[in-house]
């Protein structure tokens, strides 16, 4: 397997550090060289699956809290117009 070197310095070692770049409004993590500091590559501050996990624990509460306010005294099963929100809203399906 191939070892990765700075093109500059030659040094074999990295780093990760965050950086909010100049009139952005996200932050990014930049690849240093451990050796001369040198930057290799940028990389997504957000970690998409971090977010997904959230996002899937959000909708599961949101599930939570419907199945319980459809379930008390009737709930909203039926409303005004008739649509069967029960019926229709009865699983959130969380695909990931
Ligand atoms: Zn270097």
């Known amino acids: 397997m191939a070892i990765p070197k700075c093109p500059h310095c030659n040094a074999t070692r990295f ?3 965050e950086n909010e770049p100049m009139d952005a409004n ?3 993590f930049i690849l240093h060289c451990v050796g001369c500091g040198a930057p290799a590559g940028a990389m997504e501050y ?3 699956s971090v977010l997904i996990a959230q996002q899937e624990k959000k909708l599961l509460n949101i599930q939570e809290r419907w ?3 459809t379930g008390q005294n009737g709930g909203l099963a039926k409303v005004d117009s008739g649509f069967d929100y029960a019926a229709n809203f009865s699983s959130v399906a969380c695909v990931a």
């Open 15 to 17: 780093q990760l550090t």
């Open 26 to 28: 996200y932050k990014i």
């Open 46 to 48: 957000i970690v998409p």
């Open 67 to 69: 199945s319980r306010l």
